[in-house]
């Protein structure tokens, strides 16, 4: 079977020449990269999960539960807002969650309207569902307004629009009344992705609380940051229950398994302790935000658990000097910008220390850069 290539098979048009996603994976003494919660449950909290799968295993040789409604049940009391079992939909990551939302609203001859610089998986959903995505920038302090976002959505005739808050990956937020007055304007589907909310000043500020006024509005989570579950893979969307049915059209039979449906539901019985570091990672961010500031660099104001710091001539060499460090990165967002995830302080001290030491050639490579293009 060798000497057989990707390029041998019939792809799809779009697929050939694509590459999977994927931030690195590499094992290196400080991960601060792709956004996780660093810290891991406590032994009785694994305990627990260690049961319940058990308890799952024994009915292995059955299907579970299609509806997950304890799970579902268990992850309305977690939000609040008055919502129940039929506000919630769950899925193997939000990614999934958003792939179903393509698949129920978007399709051949349907476009999403997404707001850049954003999360790279967004054309990715789009691509994988034959859905049309375009695009509209955001303002220089990469927000965006009711009035730009309605006249994009005009523009470009969207049928589903996502407007990420904190966005990823530039941390910033859109106010709940911006996106109460784009529902009030338009009739597309509007996702409002709030990945990254519980590590914002105000939490509880959520589009969550515009959903009885607005029933075509779709507030998307994830258990992956906030949670420390991002190995569990756990997704969810908070909508009107018709969203939901649409959702029940397209998934596929029995999608979230046994074991997936019990650790959740587990986790989210202790989501004090789940949830415990979440002020402290918050703190970090903010405080490392101001610590590059003081060093010189740019720095995006951010309300998630990572942050935007810049701008580098060669972002790259910045990236692999740090890589090199010890200290692994993530390379996204604007040109110039590397984009690094709230630690635990001693992650956060390591990582002080390997960019002091990176600084000084990356600065000049910038003055070298600015005095070349001035010339």
């Not at 060798?2 to 050939?16: H, Q, T």
């Not at 398994?257 to 959740?264: C, I, V, W």
């Not at 990176?358 to 005095?371: G, H, I, Y």
Request: with cysteine; aromatic share 8%.
């Amino acid at each position: 079977m060798s000497g057989f290539e990707l390029s041998d098979l019939p792809l799809r048009p779009e697929l050939v020449g694509e590459e999977p996603y994927g931030a690195p994976q590499l094992d290196v003494p400080v991960c601060l990269n792709v956004n996780e919660n660093p810290y891991a449950p406590s032994s009785s909290l694994r305990d627990a999960m260690g049961k319940a799968v058990a308890e799952a295993a024994v009915r292995i040789n059955r299907y579970p539960d299609r509806e997950a409604l304890e799970l579902r049940t268990a992850l309305a009391d977690y939000l609040g807002f008055g919502l129940g079992p039929q506000n919630i939909w769950a899925a193997n990551g939000s990614n999934e969650v958003m792939t179903q939302l393509l698949q129920a609203f978007g399709g051949p001859g349907r476009t999403l309207l997404g707001f850049t610089p954003t999360y790279s998986m967004y054309p990715e959903y789009a691509r994988n569902t034959h859905t049309n995505y375009v695009t509209a920038p955001r303002d220089e302090h990469y927000a965006i307004s009711a009035e730009a976002i309605v006249t994009a959505a005009r523009e470009h005739k969207a049928d589903v629009i996502i407007i990420t808050t904190p966005n990823n990956p530039t941390g910033t937020t859109t106010p709940v009344s911006v996106i109460d007055e784009v529902c009030s304007q338009l009739d597309c589907i509007v996702v409002v992705d709030e990945a990254y909310q519980e590590f914002t000043e105000i939490p509880d500020d959520s589009a969550i609380a515009l959903l009885p006024r607005h029933p075509r509005l779709v507030v998307t989570r994830t258990m992956s940051k906030a949670f420390s579950y991002a190995g569990g893979r756990l997704g969810y969307l908070a909508a009107n229950p018709a969203v939901v049915d649409a959702c029940r059209i397209i998934r596929l039979p029995y999608h979230l398994s046994g074991p997936s449906q019990a650790l959740a539901v587990v986790a989210l019985k202790h989501s004090a302790e789940m949830l415990q570091q979440v002020s402290q990672l918050r703190r970090e961010c903010q405080q490392l935000q101001q610590w590059l500031r003081e060093h010189g660099l740019e720095v995006v104001p951010s309300q998630a658990n990572f942050c935007l710091f810049g701008r580098f001539a060669d972002r790259h060499a910045v990236w692999q000097a740090l890589l090199d460090h010890g200290a692994l990165v993530r390379e996204t967002g604007p040109v110039g910008f590397l984009r690094v995830s709230a630690g635990t302080p001693d992650e956060m001290a390591a990582f002080r220390d390997a960019l002091l030491d990176v600084l000084p050639a990356a600065q000049r490579m910038s003055t070298t850069d600015t005095e070349g293009a001035d010339s």
